[in-house]
């Protein structure tokens, strides 16, 4: 559990230390982070601590949120540096 902690805090921590503060993608990365966080702190307190009521909806939005949101993140990633090679190609 100890490891697995330790790459989900790498994870967040990889996302919200990236250079590309002021893009789309950059921010689309954190709160996909974020949630995904939830997502797993939530699975942890409910069997580490207390029962969660309703955790079954907390944790499966929080999830699909951050896939969403990771999915947008590298797409628009993926974007920004085709634009920024079309740039560095054409001189524009």
């Known amino acids: 559990i100890l490891v697995y902690g330790i790459i989900i805090f790498i994870m967040y921590s990889a996302a919200s230390l990236s250079s590309y503060k002021s893009s ?3 921010w689309f990365g954190v ?3 974020v949630f995904f966080l939830f997502s797993d702190c939530l ?3 409910d069997k ?3 029962p969660v009521m309703f955790r079954e909806i907390g944790v499966m939005g ?3 949120a951050a896939q969403f949101l990771l999915t947008k993140a590298f797409i628009a990633k993926s974007f920004e540096v ?3 090679q079309k740039r560095l190609v054409y001189n524009i």
């Open 48 to 50: 580490f601590v207390q």
């Open 62 to 64: 929080s999830y699909a």
């Open 82 to 84: 085709a634009i920024d």
């Open 43 to 45: 699975l942890a307190f």
């Open 24 to 26: 789309k993608a950059y």
């Open 31 to 33: 709160v996909g982070a």
